[in-house]
């Protein structure tokens, strides 16, 4: 095995283990159209009135039926408000892993490798649920899809940075990322974790104290924003032989040059603590971990041929 394969090998075991120009504005449901719409009150949290020349962006958040009130109090706080979407969550007792096995939908190889002890339909569920909301972004007509689990919660202090250069909420500080992301990008992590930040590469500055950066370990899925060849990548491979949890896919397809995430940092978005396959608390955006823990569990060559 070459040092790159045992590198990449490596990386991936530790991430299985926790598992512009001016475009028209839309008003369709889910829709943000960013140029009218108000937070209606004085927080610094929602968006302003005025941001001319971003482009719509499809906004949904994931959510089983307990939590879709906290998404649609979130989507307020944001400056959503009723134009998001919430996409119902899946439910895990409704997978027969047999049968999507016989369908070719998932391998017979997964390995549901989460921090916490669970089935493999813990994680399918909140895959597969990933994948209704990209599918649903690529059914609209939105350059760009921003997909919360829900759990999301603004993270201030990375809001504040913002906020300090002038933004005036958390929508146009989104917004603006677009411009700043590296040629070939598919996806912005605006809420990663469990990241090996000390490998990082800075990819563009954004504000004091905020860049775009390109990391080892980009893991979880509580917030990102999608370009729509990003989602036809990972519209195809939540659906057709899926092996692991989708946070971990993606890192699989960026180790293999077939997917590029761009990550803010500090993040823009936490977890709130309610429980998932990953446990249930808020899990840090860094944790520094060595890459030689385990470095033959798994073939890289055999997760995806390349």
């Not at 669970?118 to 399918?124: D, F, G, N, S, V």
């Not at 597969?128 to 760009?144: G, M, N, P, T």
């Not at 919660?153 to 913002?162: C, G, I, K, R």
């Amino acid at each position: 095995q070459s040092s790159t394969e045992a590198t990449m090998t490596s990386a991936l075991t530790i991430a299985c283990l926790w598992a512009s120009q001016t475009v028209g504005l839309s008003h369709r449901q889910g829709s943000v159209s960013l140029d009218t719409i108000s937070n209606g009150d004085d927080s610094n949290i929602g968006f302003p009135v005025d941001l001319k020349g971003c482009p719509p962006i499809k906004v949904m958040s994931i959510a089983m039926p307990d939590a879709q009130e906290y998404v649609r109090e979130f989507f307020t706080e944001i400056g959503a408000g009723e134009s998001a979407e919430v996409v119902p969550g899946v439910n895990r007792s409704s997978l027969n892993i047999d049968d999507l096995v016989k369908r070719g939908t998932v391998s017979r190889d997964y390995q549901p490798l989460g921090i916490v002890t669970h089935t493999p339909q813990a994680e399918l569920a909140t895959t597969f649920a990933h994948a209704r909301a990209i599918r649903r972004f690529l059914d609209s007509d939105e350059e760009y899809g921003l997909i919360f689990e829900e759990d999301a919660a603004v993270n201030q202090q990375s809001l504040d940075m913002f906020i300090s250069d002038g933004y005036k909420g958390v929508m146009q500080a989104v917004c603006s990322l677009v411009k700043y992301a590296p040629e070939g990008w598919s996806e912005i992590n605006l809420g990663r974790c469990n990241d090996k930040c000390e490998d990082q590469s800075i990819q563009a500055h954004l504000v004091a104290g905020a860049t775009l950066v390109r990391s080892p370990l980009p893991l979880c899925s509580a917030a990102y924003l999608i370009n729509r060849n990003g989602a036809r990548i990972l519209d195809y491979h939540f659906n057709h032989q899926v092996r692991f949890a989708g946070d971990s896919t993606r890192v699989v397809l960026q180790l293999q040059s077939k997917y590029n995430i761009t990550s803010v940092t500090p993040r823009l978005f936490k977890q709130r603590g309610r429980c998932g396959v990953n446990g249930c608390a808020n899990s840090p955006e860094c944790t520094n971990w060595g890459l030689e823990s385990n470095s033959a569990r798994l073939a890289t060559s055999s997760i995806y041929p390349t």
